[in-house]
């Protein structure tokens, strides 16, 4: 069968073209209560008295807590990556107790009849603020005697993490060019279109947590420690959830809160966030200042690169915070060779939100600052920037391939990549537009940006993330259940949250097993259903928890070959299976279906001796390697010379994502990430004032594109399989979003070159690029 | 309190609610018809839309009571005789949807749009949905989708009035 590689339309689309889903908000129980935050409208200040009287006044108002009347039982928000033995990890209380931090963050709660009432009663909280003064500004924050955001830590940084390999000295001394350049991580709001919400129904001792969140599984563990409900009381449940991109991948204070506050009023409680308390207190991602400094021969050759980041935590550190820009530390050499690198990274806190992962999660910035820095180094020797890559990047006859970080990539053809996307892009054509529109002194230029990447995917395997001192593996689960009927149920831990699983899990199943695509049932994101897993971020699902099925198919398989060896009374190692039919070598007509052999198991009557009657099997798959999906992306601008107007006119992206289950997935995969990383690139950034308040509150001031905002794109794919797992595959969730920033970047600062412009600082907004194209011309 | 009386999908509705109560609250809270998401509160992201009278509004910007007499359409209500409607295929059929949480509004607004103009071109299908924000797919495929359901439309208003 070929199901494995099919374009299949998604079965998760028959309830959600219908709306006949279950987004958490829909959830509405007997008795149940609402939560509403009341937020504080300073970045930094110590809180003198909370004043609930009179809020418990008002109609329909249930309950209200402040942070101290919570404090003995709120716990502490975890991080579950020390990144080195002495980074300062400060203390995170759900509700603000003493002293907030970032404006936004919770010093109270009410609890009410309805969300309305919940809403109204925030009003009547009298909370008296002492101000302190906000920090904003990473390198401020660092200099001596500046303010603290800890003042009980003596320090604003949090950690330095620093990685080196190969002699950097010797690869500066004396090389013919030396590229020096910094570069803004802007920071980013990751706008999933579902707000999140939170349900949590007591049922005697047992508590059900509906979240719309990427991690059932992590956030149970993570939620039993907090709050000291034991783990088997626990269940959580993430329903249909509206998009992640990172920003889910969380254990959030109003998750505990909602928890705890259902546990104390013993009666269902909700939680719902509007769009403009999203904005301030989902974690955000990026921002980072990167200073970099590069060394190469007179050919373009690379000798050595120094990475040397700012990374803003800012207020404190969730899940994974102080480990994102890790993930891309061992990125920024991307496909190139080179002899030296060293990586220091210095985490800092501010009085903002806090960051953590977003699409890509440290691999974009590093992808953005090499490829950056390849055109710099092009433009630096006069060479065409797919000249200087070529010159460096590891060729396909290199593989594996151990970088000078020490990963070993296992597969890669970046000449095959680069070729198709040059024909697709008609790349000479586009150069000659450029040169012609060069000379006519065109008010509207023309930029080619080039980005060959790659990226390091299937998070993770487990020993590499132990010696990086992260508090879990990185394994993934699945079961396979085979009903009475030889119907079948798929279990994984992954959590989908518009990835496809449901279709994609059962092409695999249907494929290993044999049977129908239509047979087949996946089941995923309750942890009482699918008990054990990692969930679902950093492009893992199908590289980890795909291969764990294939795994728990190959199991059945072997378990009805017995059972079919019994009833067709014959030798195991006689019995063929294709198909979904065993029969016997030679007589074809001799034979029986796995789902006939699934029924017969559920009789039992006739097993052979000492044979459970059960073919359920589940596999745990704990990667060896990570994966490295690759591309070129080739990004064509329009600059408008007189308004910095940019227009994308033409987008080729061709990824190399290995072997792949349903191209229509990984088409919409492509589509949505190169959005977002065009987005990064042109139009988002959450803008905090001098105060610390953040501007960009709303849909209106944070600018996620619209259709009219974004090009078509032109996307296509080459496959050379991963070596490293047994479908080949590589993962593409992140992809898009990772390759397209600099891309696009690259593109129009190559049409404003002969404006003297080196750099232009994202977004690229009109006025920016309007400011970069006069400062250029100036100088 | 104010006494609305609404149609919604088909069924006729009698409430009193609050006058400050928005649409698509009553619609999810009091009706029961959660098919229709909230994605935020400036009216910016289109995830509500929904039909009044046959045409789209954001049901966050309508109060209950504006909505009293009128006729809804949510999508729960878009099925003909069982049947997905035309757009809910196109929307299956290319990859429209990723996450499906902007997908009602977004199949509203784009039943709306055809209604104005039944032959869009791809740039007129981008403009016609700028006020619905998806943050999953990139547009490319929900353009597609547009484009084939209006091409499915006019040839089954054409073999039906045969
Ligand atoms: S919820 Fe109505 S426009 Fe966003
Ligand atoms: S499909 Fe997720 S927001 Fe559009």
Known sequence: MTEVGTARKRSEDAR?????????????????????????????????????????????????????DLAGEQG????????????????????????????????????????????DALEAIDVDYEP??????????????????????????????????????AAFLDAAVVIEREYVQQRLIPSAMEPRSVVCQPFGDQMTVWSSTQIPHILRVMLASVTGVPEQNLRVIAPDVGGGFGSKLQ????????????????????????????????????????????????????????????????????????????????????????????????????????????????????????ERLMDELAHELDLDPIEVRRRNWIKHDEFPYETVCGLTYDSGNYEAATEKALQLFEYDKLRAEQADRRERHDTVQLGIGVSTFTEMCGLAPSRVLGSLFYGAGGWEHSAVRMLPTG??????????????????????????????????????????????????YGSRSLVVGGVALVGACVKVVDKARVVAAHLLEADASDLTFENGRFSVRGVPEQGMSIQEIAGATFAAHNLPDGIEPSLDSEATFDPENFSFPHGTHLCAAEVDTETGF?????????????????????????????????????????????????????????????????????????????????????GVGEAGTIASTPAVVNAIVDALRPFGVSDVRMPCTPERVWRALQEGVAQ | MPRIKVEVDG??????????????????????????????????????????????????????????????????????????????????????????????????????????????????????????????????????????????????EVTSHD
């Open chain 1, 132 to 169: 302190l003064p906000p920090v904003l500004d990473m390198q401020a924050a660092l200099a001596e005697g500046a303010d603290l955001v800890h003042s009980d830590k003596g320090t604003n940084k949090s950690y330095t993490w620093v990685f080196a390999n190969g002699d950097l000295d």
């Open chain 1, 487 to 536: 119907k079948v149920e798929v279990l994984t831990g992954s959590s989908a949250h518009g990835q496809g699983h449901e279709t994609a899990w059962a092409q695999i199943a249907s494929d290993a097993l044999g049977v129908p695509f239509e047979d087949v049932r996946v089941l995923h994101g309750d942890t009482a259903i699918s008990h054990k897993g990692l969930d679902t």
């Open chain 1, 646 to 730: 940019v227009k994308i006119r033409k987008y080729v992206a061709v990824d190399d994502i290995g072997k792949v289950v349903n191209p229509l997935i990984v088409e919409g995969q492509v589509h949505g990430g190169l959005a977002q990383g065009i987005s990064q690139a042109l139009y988002e950034e959450a803008v905090y004032d001098v105060d610390g308040n953040l501007q960009t509150t709303t849909l209106a001031d944070y600018l996620v594109p619209s259709a009219s905002d974004l090009p078509t794109f032109t996307t296509d794919r080459t496959e050379t399989p991963a070596t490293t797992n047994p479908l080949g595959v590589k």
């Open chain 1, 251 to 370: 254990v959030y204070g109003e998750e505990v809160i909602t928890l705890i506050l259902a546990r104390k009023l013993g009666k269902p409680v909700k939680w719902t966030e509007s769009r403009s308390e999203g904005n301030q207190t989902v974690h955000h991602g990026r921002d980072q200042i990167q200073r970099l400094r590069l060394a190469a021969d007179a050919d373009g050759r690379i000798r050595g690169l120094n990475v040397d980041l700012l990374a803003d935590m800012g207020a404190y550190l969730m899940l994974v915070t102080p480990g994102i820009p890790l993930l891309g530390a061992f990125m920024f050499p991307a496909i190139y060779k080179m002899d030296a690198y060293s990586f220091t990274c210095t985490g800092v806190f501010t009085t903002k939100m806090p960051t953590d992962a977003y699409r890509g999660a440290g691999r974009p910035e590093a992808t953005f600052a090499i």
């Open chain 1, 16 to 68: 959600l073209i219908t709306g006949n889903t279950q987004w958490t908000d829909n959830i509405q129980l007997p008795g149940m209560l609402y939560v509403a935050f009341l937020r504080s409208p300073y970045a930094h200040a110590r809180i003198v008295n909370v004043d609930t009287s009179a809020a418990l006044d008002r109609p329909g108002v249930v309950a209200v807590f402040s942070g101290a």
């Open chain 1, 76 to 119: 502490g928000l975890p991080c579950a990556w020390v990144v080195t033995p002495d980074m300062v990890l400060p203390d995170h209380p759900p509700i603000a107790v003493t002293e907030v931090r970032y404006s936004g963050e919770p010093v109270a709660c009410v609890v009410a009849r309805d969300r309305y009432a919940a809403a």
């Open chain 2, 11 to 156: 069924v006729t509705y009698e409430d009193d609610v609050e006058p400050r109560l928005l649409l698509v609250h009553y619609l999810r809270d009091r009706l029961g018809k959660v098919g229709t998401p909230v994605g935020c509160d400036t009216t910016n992201c289109g995830a509500c839309t929904v039909l009044m009278d046959g045409m789209s509004v954001k049901s966050c910007s309508v109060l209950a009571v504006q909505a009293d007499t009128h006729d809804i359409t949510t999508i729960e209500g878009l099925r003909i005789n069982g049947a997905l409607h035309p757009m809910q295929e196109a929307f299956h059929s290319e990859h429209g949807l990723q996450c499906g949480y902007c997908t009602p509004g977004m199949i509203m607004a784009s039943i709306d749009l055809l209604r104005e103009n039944p032959d869009p071109s791809d740039e007129e299908i981008r403009e016609g949905l700028e006020g619905n924000l998806c943050r999953c797919t990139g547009y490319q495929n929900i353009v597609r989708a547009v484009r084939s359901a209006a091409h499915e439309m006019s040839h089954s």
